[in-house]
């Protein structure tokens, strides 16, 4: 069965530091991945997803994401946070065995210092 | 844009009363889910439903049950809510598709049972 690990529950960061969210997968075909970002009292919103192509996928908000096959990987980045940026972030693993069913790992929240 | 849209955003029950949370969309989904979103757990699937009248388990379908008589209606039902369903539960829709079509969400209902 596929999982997802987000390994860290809570991350801090000042605002306009670098961040990366890490996200590792288990799955033995090539995957679907996904990162959404839930925003305190709100659903999910997606940011971006990878299926084939590029491995650096670029999504809403500035961030992106890369996916490492030989790493089991596909972390979330971006340049320079901003104070709005405060929200959980979830990845997401699908696959083409699992029809149209999405795993969440268990979410990293992130907090910005000013 | 795609709307998913739940029938109450804060609802609070008492143990064994009877529980409908209500989920529309508005873009003509195929699938749609039901998710429990808890604090360390990240999301974990209730029930799906792939088509009218067709449902499958997800993860914990315990306690819960679900209806779908249209396509653009998803219903959970506690049939007779316990304190350990206190959660958000979070509603979504995807387009039919082999695993790499991203989920869209509505804004989650968290249901305190008393």
């Known amino acids: 069965a596929q999982s997802v690990t987000q390994p860290d529950i809570h991350i801090t960061v000042s605002e306009g530091a670098s961040l990366e969210l890490r996200c590792n997968y288990s799955?033995?075909?090539?995957?679907?991945l996904f990162w959404y970002v839930q925003s305190p009292g709100q659903g999910l919103q997606l940011l971006l997803k990878y299926f084939s192509g590029d491995t650096l996928v670029q999504g809403i908000k500035g961030f992106e994401a890369e996916f490492k096959r030989s790493q089991s990987s596909f972390n979330l980045r971006k340049p320079s946070v901003h104070w709005s940026d405060a929200a959980e972030y979830f990845c997401?693993?699908?696959?083409?065995?699992?029809?149209?069913?999405?795993?969440f790992g268990a979410g990293t929240i992130l907090r910005v210092k000013s | 844009d795609v709307k998913v849209t739940q029938s109450s955003r804060y609802l609070v029950k008492r143990t064994g009363e009877k529980v409908f949370l209500e989920c529309v969309q508005d873009m003509d989904h195929e699938n749609m889910f039901w998710y429990r979103q808890d604090p360390g757990l990240g999301l974990r699937l209730i029930y799906f439903?792939?088509?009218?009248?067709?449902?499958e388990k997800g993860d914990i379908p315990e306690g819960y049950s679900v209806s779908r008589e249209k396509k653009e209606r998803f219903s959970l039902i506690l049939e007779s809510a316990s304190t350990n369903q206190t959660s958000m539960y979070l509603c979504?829709?995807?387009?039919?598709?082999?695993?790499?079509?991203?989920?869209?969400f509505g804004p989650g209902t968290r249901l305190t049972v008393l």
């Open positions: 997401a693993v699908g696959a083409r065995e699992y029809g149209n069913k999405l795993v």
């Open positions: 439903s792939y088509d009218v009248k067709m449902k």
């Open positions: 979504a829709s995807s387009p039919t598709g082999q695993g790499y079509n991203e989920q869209f």
């Open positions: 799955y033995g075909a090539t995957p679907y």
